[in-house]
């Protein structure tokens, strides 16, 4: 507030504001040529995560940076690279999916920052750039009475205004906004958002039709879901439906600003979009402005202000106003109640990770225009791609038509497809013979082990897949095929996908009579399912229909801690139910393999043989009536 008054009141520097300027020109050079060095060494190489996984192997890695779903590692060369991970799998876990042990993952030095930037590292650059800003600060306010004066004050001025991006195809930006091309055509499989956002369209196309009847519209709608699920691109559709200006702002760049700056950005956001109305602004990543007062450490002025300063100017918006704002986020959970106040963002549109059909719908957008083999089945490669957001679709669609320009074809195929989902879930195809001949041995018994165990098991996936070709930092995989979209799964299913997980290590034991760390990731699932079956869902007859534990939720890494809300006894039942759950799934596990012991060995010997195995050839080796 007082820097505000400070501002208006800038007459006060109306005799010195020459000597500032000059004086200011040298600053702002000097602040430019340091920004522009600090921004050229910390310069970060996009990369995927079996790459970031491959790093730490490699014993590269100097320390780990998390910001929500970015993962930045600095090696010790001093480069830096970031890839962002899956949403709901906790960066450890990740990692551990690679094949990096627990033990090394806590070996190393790992930062973690919410989305603001950690504290330490906000505080350093408080301190080296404090001169700097001050100096700063004072010449833009100079600057501001320049300009006011009449004369062409140049850039500085532009601190205090929003870089919020009118989406444009022309050059000249500044004048009429240019409306988003995109539609709710563009937009697959999201029928539920849409149909909840047509109202919003409605009132953006004709806003008299709504006010002269005196409707109160709808000002904000608060967009939820997990990365990638298409949430900007579900905005600037709703811009494109309404064919009304799209203004564009991340929550994420108010907070790096210096303390007042995000607050003036944001009402200078405000009035381009009234300006221009109707129109949308969209503010992307809210949470990071938005989140819930006093929760965290510390408080943090600037993002206070911005925050209060979106609250206001929503609040100060009457029934002619024709603007709406459209905000997105993956964590409503921490946001600001404030914020979800009647005429503030008082619609919640939640766009979830999309369903087989929806990926199906979501693939034949990202194909368009691509040349597709005839007989290709999106369906199917729908069914292959559990969890994939969008994102990953559109990239998956992509990855598949480089590969098959790599391949010198002319048209793209399910292997093009099925070889960039695997790429995508486990890494690329590791080359090179890395494994001694009894390895490869154990390997092949290990996965067949899995492949086996699921197939006789009840209530599971049908085997895809089965292979020894080491991807990423797997040795091998078993690959499911999730037959129809459950979102309701029964006990036995869990069971027997503890089962299933528990198969590679009773192969290795009935095999070789010898077991060997290759399951360790196999039996961390298996116990995480076993615990969530107890704590969460109230499968335990024992333990009963509760839950235990509140999970502390922790977005950067998956649950770090739960607070205890049962006794110490309880604990107790709790590991024995979990040793129990696991000990009768592993028996059964083994039970099936000897019984089913020459389908092992034959599946194990077409694996060394052939090293990948398809579902076609999996079935039928299944089928053969070998023993009695
Ligand atoms: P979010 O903002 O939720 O992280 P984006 O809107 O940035 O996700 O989505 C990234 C890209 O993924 C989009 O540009 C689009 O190509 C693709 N995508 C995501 N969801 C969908 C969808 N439902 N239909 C078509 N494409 C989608
Ligand atoms: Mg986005
Ligand atoms: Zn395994």
């Known amino acids: 507030m007082k820097r505000d008054d400070s501002i208006k009141n800038g007459d006060k520097f109306n005799r010195r504001w020459l000597i500032v300027t000059i004086l200011g020109t040298l600053t702002i050079t000097v602040l430019g040529l340091y920004l522009l060095s600090s921004y050229r060494t910390t310069r970060v190489e996009a990369a995927s995560l079996p790459d970031i996984a491959n790093a730490i192997d490699a014993n590269q890695v100097k320390d780990i940076t998390l910001r929500g779903d970015l993962i930045t590692i600095t090696q010790f060369d001093g480069s830096r690279m970031s890839a962002r991970k899956e949403a709901n799998v906790s960066f450890f876990e990740s ?51 320049v300009q006011r004066g009449g004369m062409a004050g140049g850039f500085p001025n532009q601190i205090g205004q929003s870089n919020a991006r009118v989406v444009s195809d022309s050059a000249e930006a500044d004048a009429a906004a240019e409306r988003p091309k995109v539609t709710f055509d563009d937009v697959a499989g999201a029928g539920q958002a849409k149909f909840e956002l047509q109202e919003v369209v409605e009132f953006l196309k004709e806003p008299e039709k709504f006010t002269k009847l005196g409707a109160r519209v709808p000002k904000g709608v608060l967009m939820a879901g997990p990365p990638g699920t298409g949430k900007t691109l579900m905005a600037r559709a709703v811009a494109g439906e309404a064919g009304v200006p799209f203004l564009h702002i991340s929550g994420s760049e108010f907070v790096e600003m210096f303390v007042g700056v995000g607050a003036s950005r944001v009402r200078d956001l405000f009035k381009k979009a009234k300006d221009q109305s109707p129109a949308v602004v969209f503010i992307d990543e809210i949470d990071a402005v938005g989140r819930r007062r006093g929760a965290g450490f510390g408080g943090n002025d600037e993002r206070e202000q911005t925050l209060n300063q979106i609250l206001v100017t929503m609040d100060g918006f009457d029934t002619n106003t024709n603007v709406i704002v459209i905000a997105a986020t993956n964590r409503p959970d921490i946001l600001d109640p404030a914020l979800l106040r009647p005429g503030r963002f008082d619609r919640k549109v939640v766009l979830d990770l999309p369903d087989v059909e929806a990926r199906e719908a979501i693939l034949r957008v990202h194909t368009r225009g691509k040349p597709l083999e005839a007989d290709i089945s999106l369906s199917d490669l729908a069914k292959l791609t559990p969890g994939f957001a969008g994102a990953d679709l559109e990239n998956l669609a992509n990855e598949a038509a480089i590969l098959a320009a790599r391949r010198n074809l002319s048209t793209i195929g399910e292997p093009e497809f099925q070889d960039s989902i695997e790429r995508i879930i486990a890494g690329p195809e590791r080359k090179g013979n ?104 109230g499968f335990s007859e024992k333990l009963g229909m509760r839950t235990f534990g509140e999970e502390q939720g922790n977005p950067f890494l998956g649950s770090l801690g739960e607070t205890r809300d049962y006794s110490e006894e309880r604990a107790q039942a709790i590991d024995q139910e979990i040793d129990q759950i696991i000990q009768l799934a592993y028996r059964q596990a083994k039970a099936i393999l000897v019984e089913y012991r020459t389908k092992l060995d034959a599946l194990a010997e077409a694996l060394l043989e052939q090293e990948t195995v398809n579902r076609p050839q999996f079935e039928a080796l299944m089928a053969q009536s070998t023993e009695a």
């Open 434 to 537: 890395l494994l001694t001949a009894a390895e490869r041995r154990t390997v092949a018994y290990h996965e067949a082990g899995h492949a086996v165990v699921m197939h006789f098991a009840d209530e599971t996936d049908p085997v895809h897949k089965v292979s020894i070709v080491s991807r990423g930092m797997a040795l091998g995989y078993t690959m499911p095929l999730p037959e129809n979209n459950r979102q309701l799964r029964s006990k036995e299913a869990f069971v027997s996908e503890i089962v299933g997980l528990l198969g590679g290590r009773a192969a290795e034991e009935i095999v070789f009579n010898r077991i060997t760390t290759g399951a360790a990731n196999d039996l961390e699932r298996a116990t995480r399912l076993a615990r969530s079956m107890v704590t969460r869902f």
């Open 95 to 145: 990692m551990q999916l690679l094949g990096i042990s627990p033990a090394t993952l806590k070996s190393l030095t790992i930062v973690v920052e919410d989305g603001q930037g950690g504290m330490s590292n906000y505080l350093g650059l408080t301190l080296t750039l404090a001169p700097l800003v001050l100096i700063g600060f004072f010449i833009f306010m100079a600057f501001r009475h």
